[in-house]
């Protein structure tokens, strides 16, 4: 269900593995209850999420102070957070700045408006790694549910795996949704912490044409990603 990664008296950050929700289903334990349980925590508080289907790096804080110090951080875009995906499909564009807001669809997906009252916003690179398939190395820099993976599908991309937003068929011959959250870096105090895991699971994020492809965005934070201004960030407009 996870991994450990890092455990100190004010956090965890755990490795969560792809296909579990992070809250308790049908009287089953989720990820976050786990967690608290088999590592003998008296508090735990849940700082941010992950969908079910993605697998990768997550925060969680031990106290309340520094849930609240997290969360303000996650709230006013303080947190660098880098996710790989892998998609079968060209996009129409192979990097770039992917904004809008979002609403509701059908079957608990969503869709992205032109609109951009209180937009999603999403900076992407993208390379080919083999005939029909592409890796991107995306940063977004809102927290909206399903971002990534409406952002993707926006650009003709959507993620491999991916049932709700992609092919139905060619989805079910996919091992996993290929979603990943890549690298994670805050500061708490005086003291910054980064966090960078390669994804462990499924057969595209595997293999010497995978490695390749990803060598030069081991340091995704030091991508030439394109500034945004600090006026669209106070104004919460991009």
Not at 144 to 168: E, F, M, N, W
Not at 215 to 235: D, G, I, K
Request: with cysteine; glycine share 6%.
């Amino acid at each position: 269900m996870y991994d450990m990664v890092e455990n100190n008296p004010e956090f965890v950050v755990i490795y969560k593995k792809p296909g579990i929700s992070f809250h308790s289903e049908s009287g089953d334990l989720g990820l976050f209850e786990t967690v608290k349980q088999k590592e003998s925590f008296t508090e735990l508080f849940p700082v941010h999420r992950l969908d079910k289907v993605t697998s990768g790096l997550l925060v969680m804080a031990k106290t309340p102070d520094i849930n609240r110090q997290l969360c303000d951080a996650f709230s006013q875009r303080r947190v660098q957070k880098y996710y790989l995906a892998i998609s079968e499909k060209k996009p129409n564009k192979k990097q770039g700045l992917i904004k809008g807001d979002m609403a509701a669809a059908r079957r608990g997906a969503w869709k992205l408006l032109n609109a951009q009252e209180n937009p999603a916003v999403t900076q992407f690179f993208s390379k080919s790694i083999s005939a029909g398939r592409r890796l991107f190395v995306v940063k977004p820099h809102t927290g909206k549910t399903h971002q990534i993976r409406v952002a993707l599908k926006s650009i003709g991309a959507p993620i491999a795996g991916d049932s709700l937003y992609g092919d139905a068929t060619q989805s079910a011959a996919c091992d996993r949704c290929y979603l990943h959250a890549y690298s994670l870096a805050f500061s708490l105090g005086e003291k910054q912490y980064r966090f960078t895991e390669l994804p462990r699971e499924g057969e595209l994020f595997s293999g010497d044409v995978f490695a390749a492809a990803l060598q030069e965005w081991r340091e995704p934070w030091l991508l030439p990603w394109p500034q945004l201004s600090s006026a669209a960030y106070q104004s919460g407009k991009f």
